[in-house]
């Protein structure tokens, strides 16, 4: 094989794991659709396959403490993230072993020992919340980063406008992810949006917005690398369009008969996942008996994980009653040590407010009084 | 003991539990440099800075979710709505985040914001700004509601509610923030969940919240007079309701009254209603009236205003009613 004219810039490692957890997320996905079909899940099931760049690439250009968190289509970022995928399965099969107890589903995945808070059903309702998430860092000092993801549908939701005009404005340390995947369920973004490309929406709040090709893993990494150093300078607010494509309907009930088979054979050349490999092969940084080798691990596990969901028992009645109100001195559930017994240490904590030291002028006094006396007021 | 303003009770509330613990910020519409559109604020953002008193954007909905991811990551936010009406447009991340995140994740999350705002009738503003709309939120599991009536009251259960691991809906009102009362100093902390007993009485139970409270206050005064015994029961926490309370009342009078300013259908007193004929059946003398705001959008004109809400009238009449004295 010849060589590259100009070297990767990449490690072996790194692509390898990408490759993984790309594979990871469509083999998991495509086992959840298949027990979906056999009646096992049940409810609303969005499907990830087409997608997994998108989940794959900004998660490895991220600091493990970042926070994350995403729409109903969230089986892909906690997998990636690292959790554990026999309980993200169980999640999907209502059984008491999964990430929320069975009470969630596919639509409600929260993870947070991997800072992964939640997957949200209304679209666009997690988009303020990453936002005060990243208030909250700004607040303590910290100099963690917020990303959450939401689809091209949310962005004519009211909840994006009046959060990307306050996170900028306060300079907030988010980077807002659309996941342009082209239809808001059966409807085409173009048919619904007077501009149908998202990033430009950015400039009416005075914030940075760029498009990126969602279907190259290396195209978000470098992406989202740049906007985390961009946030964690003080600099504000990023919106990425990823511009991707599911390979399935919007849910497993949908046929998706809106788009042409024609469509569908076209995007599926640009699948990401063989994208990869044949860069990494092209460039010295892996061997077809790597992928081969990491396709087989990756099978094995996603077998072991529907067994692991299928043989898991459903949540006690008892549980009716828990986590609606937390009672006074009751702990939070850390699934892990809940489920496989193992201790949990990597939890989030925060100083308490008696340490805590704000330090943070939002609105600097004379600088409220300078928009004051700007509008004409004298006083 | 001093006598404070209601809204000045809610100032030392804030002050108090801000200087506590520093998780606690304020955000809303005309908080800092207007101090409040009630002047529940005043003088905070002088106090603890920019960051911590939060001049909001007209967004209810983008910083009402704001402050509940805020929450989720471990601060305390206390969002000031400058009505409940508005409100209204924070509602989704209200109920379906805020209500939800304990449930959803399973425990991993927990909540503790306070949603605090005037609810109820200001006086000639007309249907958009008169809505009492606790019963809405008293509908959510997850939620916690509470509408003190009293400054004492009002300051104990805001820092309560600050302090609670649990999102908290306060009703406050347009039309108590002038009302003066003795409120102890310091650390002055009511229970949320626990009813009071604000008028001893034994011939009647009136049942009320809020507002109300001086209404069903005055009709007790008037009662006395013609040897009528009234006791005058003020909830304050809406969510949950305090059964225990209700039944040990209710028990000792057995007759019931319940003023609420809200609508009747599916209104609070429609469920304390229930409470009461599936557990006390057997000890009511009287069926349990209810005297409520009536079934109609709030006018601007004073005599439709007026003719619309509960009264001291209003009261009295339900209560001779169930004592079977109409007319005396």
Redesign the interface.
């Known amino acids: 094989m010849e060589a590259p004219a100009v070297a990767s810039p990449y490690s072996k490692d790194l692509l390898l794991t990408m490759y993984r957890k790309m594979y990871l997320i469509r083999r998991f996905e495509e086992r959840a659709g298949q027990q979906y079909t056999l009646g096992k899940i049940a409810g609303f099931c969005h499907l990830y396959i087409g997608q997994e760049a998108v989940a794959v690439g900004p998660i490895e250009a991220m600091r493990k403490d970042d926070y994350m968190l995403s729409a109903y289509r969230d089986h892909g970022q906690p997998l990636a993230r690292g959790s554990d995928a026999g309980m993200v399965m169980a999640e999907l099969f209502g059984r008491g072993t999964g990430y929320s107890k069975g009470k969630g589903g596919s639509m409600h995945i929260f993870d947070i020992e991997h800072q992964f808070y939640g997957g949200y059903g209304i679209v666009g309702g997690q988009i303020p919340l990453a936002a005060g998430m990243a208030f909250a860092s700004r607040y303590r000092n910290e100099d963690r980063v917020t990303v959450c993801y939401f689809g091209d549908a949310a962005a004519n939701q009211g909840a994006l406008h009046e959060t990307f005009n306050m996170a900028s404005k306060w300079k907030l340390p988010v980077i807002y992810i659309c996941e342009n995947n082209r239809y808001g369920m059966g409807t085409a973004i173009s048919r619904t949006s007077a501009v149908p490309e998202i990033y430009k929406r950015a400039a009416a709040y005075d914030m940075r917005g760029e498009p990126v090709d969602g279907m190259d893993v290396l195209k978000m990494y470098e992406a989202v690398k740049d906007a985390a150093a961009w946030c964690r300078a003080g600099k504000g607010p990023v919106l990425l369009e990823a511009n991707t494509y599911r390979f399935r309907g919007h849910s497993m009930a949908d046929p998706a008969t809106y788009r042409s088979k024609q469509e569908v054979e076209e995007e599926r050349k640009g699948d990401p996942i063989p994208k990869l490999r044949e860069y990494a092969i092209k460039n010295g940084l892996g061997a077809d008996a790597d992928f081969e080798r990491i396709e087989e691990e990756v099978k094995a596990q996603v077998d072991a994980a529907v067994k692991f969901a299928d043989e898991s028992p459903e949540p006690s009645l008892d549980e009716l009653w828990r986590d609606t109100i937390v009672e006074p001195g009751e702990p939070d559930v850390r699934p892990r040590e809940r489920v496989l017994g193992v201790k949990v240490e990597n939890w989030p904590s925060y100083p308490s407010g008696q340490e805590l030291k704000v330090t943070w002028d939002l609105e600097p006094r004379a600088q409220a009084e300078a928009a004051d006396k700007k509008a004409g007021l004298t006083n | 003991m001093p006598e404070l303003m209601y809204r000045e009770a809610l100032n030392q509330a804030l002050a108090e539990e801000m200087e ?6 304020l955000i809303g519409e005309e908080v ?2 207007y101090n409040g559109a009630f002047k529940v604020s005043q003088g905070l953002l002088d106090k603890f ?4 008193i ?4 007209i ?1 209810e ?17 206390v969002v000031e709505m400058m009505t409940w009406n508005f409100a209204i447009l924070a509602m ?2 209200i109920v ?2 805020a209500a939800k ?10 909540c503790p914001i306070v949603f605090r705002g005037p609810g109820g009738a200001g006086g000639r503003l007309s249907s958009q700004h008169s809505q009492s709309l606790e019963a809405n939120y008293a509908h959510f ?2 939620l ?1 509601v509470i509408a003190p009536a009293t400054p004492a009251d009002a300051k104990g259960m805001l820092k309560s509610a600050i302090r609670d ?2 999102p908290v809906i306060m009703f406050e009102g347009e039309r108590l923030y002038a009302l003066k009362g003795e409120v102890p100093e310091g650390e002055h902390v009511v229970p949320l969940g626990k009813a009071d007993v604000k008028r001893e009485g034994t011939d009647v139970t009136v049942i009320t919240w809020s507002r109300m409270y001086y209404f069903c206050m005055q009709a007790a005064e008037e009662l006395a007079k013609e040897g009528i015994s009234v006791e005058v029961l003020d909830l304050r926490t809406l969510r949950p309701l305090d059964e225990e309370a209700i039944l040990a009342s209710v028990r000792k009078t057995n007759r019931a009254v319940i003023v609420e300013e809200g609508w009747a259908l599916a209104g609070i007193g429609a469920s304390v209603v229930d409470i009461i004929q599936s557990k006390a059946f057997d000890e009511l003398d009287a069926p349990v009236e209810r005297v409520t705001g009536l079934d109609v959008n709030m006018s601007y004109a004073a005599n439709l205003e007026n003719a619309t809400q509960p009264d001291a009238p209003k009261i009295i009449a339900a209560v001779k009613k169930v004592l079977y004295r109409q007319g005396a």
């Open positions: 506590r613990d520093a998780n606690v910020f800092g440099r800075g920019s960051a911590r939060i001049d909001a954007p967004s909905l983008g910083f009402g979710g704001m402050s509940v991811g805020a929450a989720m990551v471990g601060l305390r936010p989704d991340q379906n985040n995140l304990r449930h959803m994740s399973g425990g991993q999350l927990r599991p997850g916690k691991e649990n």
